[in-house]
């Protein structure tokens, strides 16, 4: 996986996933919500497994952006 690349017009993140399947080697871009469900379906899938939590999704650019546009005009 790369670097987080946020896209500053539709105000989201992507994630690119690299890897190698039976088919061959693929690249997809993914958002964190992908993973979240991802976790998700393999906690109900496999109860008894220890799956790992993924990180906290982080807001900064976005609380940022939001606090600029919130701030009264002087």
Do not use: C, H
């Amino acid at each position: 996986m790369t670097e987080p690349q946020t896209d500053p017009v539709k105000g989201f993140t992507t994630y690119l996933v690299s890897g190698t399947d039976a088919i061959g080697t693929f690249e997809i871009k993914r958002r964190y919500n992908d993973f979240f469900y991802l976790r998700e379906a393999l906690v109900k899938k496999w109860p008894a497994i220890y799956i790992p939590p993924i990180p906290e999704k982080l807001l900064k650019v976005y609380i940022n952006a939001s606090r600029e546009a919130k701030m009264p005009k002087i």
